[in-house]
């Protein structure tokens, strides 16, 4: 068992599931309804030299918007923000990002697709080659399924990572539940375990992982799985 190095870091948000080179970088990003009144905004930083991203809200497409957070570490790579006060699920975002020297850009804005969180649960379901088809009340085929997308990867709003190669745990509600970590590799094989997280804020000294790459993780509170997720170290580190 490895000797877990952290520290304790008071954080400014919430961070909000393909692999990191397809994952879209800024200016791109990516925004999901997770339902519950959550909307997650999430991105990739490609910046080292950026020093300011907030995340702006509004009714209108192009005007009006306000600034709901500006995010307290700008030049992390894997970000985001989960937004739970929210008028309604059809909001647009969009964000604003400085690079140092003043140069300063906003995002084509984006609202979320509120199909994905109201989708029937109780209707029956099948499937040609994976693509799932709903029937009206029957099991339907259809003839030709058209190609989906899969579902890109989302970096976690309680587990990331900045530039520098540490490892950012964010439990706003840690001092009233029971969560405990467990990390992996990424072939399953396990590495530690943190149990009784009581800190909101943590960072884990990168030298608990041993090389650079993927790593997968656990988020339990008590015996219940919160979120099963993956971040990536990059070989800089």
């Not at 530690?192 to 030298?207: H, N, Q, R, T």
Request: aromatic residues 14%.
């Amino acid at each position: 068992m490895k000797q877990i190095v952290y520290r304790s870091l008071f954080l400014l948000g919430l961070l909000a599931t393909l692999s990191a080179e397809a994952q879209d970088t800024l200016p791109r990003f990516t925004l999901r309804n997770a339902g519950n009144n959550r909307i997650i905004v999430g991105w990739v930083n490609p910046f080292p030299n950026i020093s300011q991203i907030s995340v702006q809200r509004s009714f209108d497409s192009l005007r009006n918007y306000k600034t709901i957070l500006t995010v307290a570490d700008p030049k992390a790579v894997q970000n985001g923000f989960a937004d739970t006060k929210a008028p309604n699920d059809h909001m647009f975002y969009r964000l604003f990002y400085v690079i140092e020297g003043g140069s300063f850009f906003f995002t084509k804005a984006m609202k979320p697709d509120t199909s994905r969180a109201s989708a029937g649960l109780n209707l029956p379901r099948v499937s040609i080659n994976g693509v799932p088809v709903r029937g009206n009340g029957t099991d339907t085929l259809a003839e030709k399924p058209k190609p989906v997308r899969r579902p890109e990867w989302t970096p976690s709003y309680y587990v990331y990572t900045n530039k520098d190669g540490y490892v950012y745990i964010n439990l706003p509600d840690a001092d009233e539940e029971k969560y405990s970590l467990r990390f992996f590799e990424e072939d399953n094989s396990p590495l530690f375990e943190l149990k009784s997280v009581k800190e909101k804020g943590l960072i884990l000294d990168k030298a608990n992982f041993v090389h650079a790459g993927w790593f997968l993780f656990e988020l339990y509170n008590g015996d219940k799985l919160v979120e099963r997720n993956k971040f990536y170290l990059s070989k800089a580190f």
